[in-house]
């Protein structure tokens, strides 16, 4: 049963009606996230947010007061190298409003390539400021590392970062992107896998959200990974 209002009246009323990939079960894991007893304070970001399936589900456990982020090519499909989704800022808007707890007031946009400097996300967002991060943007290595380095930067010290398609036998690029990450032996680091996404969190809090899900209804087995245990849900 999902315990948050918001979360549940977006399954009920909007998510089955927004183009996107993602699995229904990501309701009780942003649920659990939302009940801990820590990561209460900061906006979301989503890169890639294609028709804002996701991006929405995020927001809905995230107070008006803070600013939330999304970042995608949009109509600008000629920066999308690897053709990993094509979203529409218009329909996206349009679901925000009609769909969104917030219907986009806390929305910030911004349309261009995660890997463009002169975006300068970093300063525009400021560092440690963010309560999670949806990393589903561009499928290459090159924008899994640039994605997942620049949200160790913008993630909060109790913060978590949710990496799309790591498994995904076709979108091959994530997975490299993420081992080549993980070789720099950063302070982002993975806690649970499931539902082709993988949660990572600052190295200081992976024993507690390890065993925050360990302890949930949505734990299935230990496994390890990168020599960290993860919940596999």
């Given at each position: ?10 399954q ?7 183009e ?27 890169i ?6 996701f ?5 809905q456990?995230?107070p ?15 920066l ?7 979203g ?14 917030h ?10 390539d ?26 290459s290595?090159?924008h899994t ?16 970062v ?31 896998i ?10 200081s ?14 734990m299935t087995?230990n ?6 245990n993860?919940?596999?849900?």
């Amino acid at each position: 049963m999902i315990s948050n209002e918001k979360l549940r009246k977006y399954q009920s009323e909007g998510f089955g009606l927004i183009e996107g990939w993602c699995s229904e079960q990501l309701f009780a894991t942003i649920d659990l996230l939302a009940s801990t007893s820590i990561n209460k304070s900061g906006g979301c970001l989503e890169i890639g947010v294609h028709h804002g399936k996701f991006y929405i589900l995020l927001n809905q456990v995230i107070p008006s007061t803070e600013t939330s982020y999304a970042v995608d090519v949009f109509h600008n499909q000629h920066l999308n190298i690897d053709w990993s989704g094509s979203g529409s800022l218009e329909i996206f808007r349009s679901n925000l409003e009609k769909y969104d707890a917030h219907q986009g007031a806390n929305t910030k946009i911004v349309i261009g390539d995660s890997t463009d400097y002169g975006l300068d996300l970093e300063k525009c967002i400021g560092p440690g400021s963010l309560r999670l991060i949806s990393i589903d943007g561009g499928h290459s290595v090159e924008h899994t590392v640039n994605d997942l380095t620049l949200a160790n930067k913008l993630i909060n010290n109790e913060g978590v970062v949710i990496l799309d398609d790591v498994m995904n036998y076709h979108w091959l690029g994530v997975m490299e992107g993420l081992f080549r990450f993980m070789s720099t032996t950063p302070t982002l680091v993975p806690f649970a896998i499931g539902d082709n996404k993988l949660y990572l969190c600052k190295l200081s809090f992976q024993d507690f959200y390890f065993r925050r899900f360990s302890e949930s209804p949505l734990m299935t087995k230990n496994v390890r990974f990168f020599g960290y245990n993860l919940a596999a849900l």
